[in-house]
């Protein structure tokens, strides 16, 4: 699961339940003639917010509302990834550092998570920091001096984040990092699927996870077409948000029967699938199975990988993410307007959280669409020498207008909202 729908799912579930005895969790509910104690366990809430979101992604899917993906603009979808990226790198401090910072969910996400760690700052592993470095600088060295002849020679990258966990799995259990050093490692791995089960479909339990649900299943779709949209611009293909929807919304019905949580494209997971040259969907059947053979076979050998290696290898994932900050300049001198949404976006997602980013993105996108349709561009045109083109005549030196004539562009259709802006520009350029 997205780290950010884990979060969401993670509050929905501490909101409605409280842990009793045998495992079960109580909603405390209060009614007319008291109060009523409805069990609930994690499982059935994660499950049933699993069915909930899937029909309604699959009801998104069936309205064809994949199309208003177009209102997600790529200035818009880039400062909102890179924003996630920066929130997903600092939620690995703890991890890195080996101060254990509580999770945090809701408003100033990214401060509260720092404010967390660096009053925890005495509470520091070193040799759990030392582990993570050393994990990091090999991925990079690899990364950026061997990976590019190898490619150029094999067309592959080398498996560097397998290698790592490897050789610290190795290093863990002969040189005793946990027991001598205090280092977290992942501990017990079940050998086990979990055995399909009926959801729960409790009519009072849906109904208090509803809203939630609704707000899951948009985030979910956006960033999952974020990053789509965003890995598709760098390797030249299209993704169809309808389609999306369909995909995301029978994953959650079907995963719903094996007590899984919510889902969505996973930023650092996409990151390093995409870093290991992933292109097809075949891919996605290799993991599958691969996973599977390390649970029911494997997992008993991974209980001792630092847990602080796996935050390596997100935060090295990550890194192409993070570096599209860059992009802002582009987008700026592209379009003023451009380069504000792309800052609104990335800003709100990183001071606020991702949820307001996301929904502080739109409604901005839209304003300044709704701009652009009230005040389109407007300039006189001149010609090009020798030839039956029109330019702007101030962009160009070269071009001069037509004495006596001129040529008035309104870029854009002329309705009720800008006629009286049409008036005033004629007015002012022509004279």
Not at 40 to 57: H, K, N, R
Not at 231 to 257: I, P
Not at 347 to 376: E, H, M, W
Request: with cysteine; proline share 5%.
């Amino acid at each position: 699961a997205d780290a950010v729908t884990s979060m969401m799912t993670g509050s929905v579930v501490r909101q409605l339940t409280l842990d009793g005895p045998a495992g079960l969790s109580f909603d405390i509910m209060h009614m007319n003639n008291g109060t009523v104690a409805v069990p609930y366990t994690v499982a059935e809430v994660t499950s049933a917010l699993c069915l909930t979101i899937g029909f309604i992604q699959l009801a998104f899917c069936i309205m064809n509302l994949g199309t208003l993906n177009v209102f997600l603009s790529e200035h818009m979808i880039n400062g909102f990834a890179t924003g996630v990226g920066v929130q997903v790198v600092i939620s690995q401090l703890g991890s890195l550092f080996g101060n254990k910072v509580p999770p945090v969910t809701g408003m100033f996400t990214v401060y509260r998570t720092l404010y967390g760690f660096f009053e925890r700052i005495n509470n520091v592993l070193w040799p759990t920091a030392l582990v993570a470095f050393v994990a990091i600088a090999i991925i990079m060295a690899v990364k950026l001096f061997l990976d590019p002849p190898v490619i150029k020679k094999l067309g592959v990258p080398l498996p560097i984040e397998l290698t790592v966990v490897v050789l610290f799995t190795v290093a863990s259990h002969y040189f005793n990092l946990h027991d001598n050093y205090g280092v977290a490692v992942v501990g017990t791995v079940p050998e086990k699927l979990p055995e399909p089960s009926l959801p729960s479909f409790n009519a009072a339990l849906v109904a208090r996870i509803l809203p939630d649900s609704f707000v899951m299943a948009v985030v979910s779709f956006a960033i999952t077409l974020s990053l789509g949209r965003i890995f598709g611009q760098k390797h030249g293909y299209t993704v169809d948000a309808n389609q999306e929807f369909l995909a995301l919304g029978v994953s959650h019905v079907f995963s719903s029967f094996f007590s899984c949580f919510p889902i969505a494209a996973s930023v650092p997971r996409s990151a390093v699938q995409e870093g290991a040259g992933g292109k097809t969907q075949i891919v996605s059947v290799v993991n599958i199975i691969i996973m599977v053979f390390m649970i029911l076979f494997l997992g008993h050998y991974l209980e001792e990988l630092p847990i602080c290696v796996l935050a390596a290898i997100i935060v090295t994932s990550l890194k192409s993410i993070v570096m599209q900050v860059r992009n802002f300049k582009r987008y700026w001198n592209i379009s003023k307007i451009d380069g504000q949404v792309w800052i609104v976006s990335f800003g709100t997602t990183v001071v606020f959280d991702i949820i307001t980013g996301l929904a502080c993105g739109v409604g901005f996108s839209l304003l300044t669409l709704i701009y652009k349709i009230q005040r389109p561009t407007t300039y006189l045109l001149g010609p090009v020498a020798d030839t039956e083109f029109f330019v702007p005549a101030k962009k160009y030196q070269m071009i001069s207008e037509i004495p006596t004539i001129k040529i008035f562009h309104f870029g854009g259709p002329i309705h009720f909202a800008n006629a009286d802006y049409f008036k005033s520009e004629l007015s002012a350029k022509v004279g």
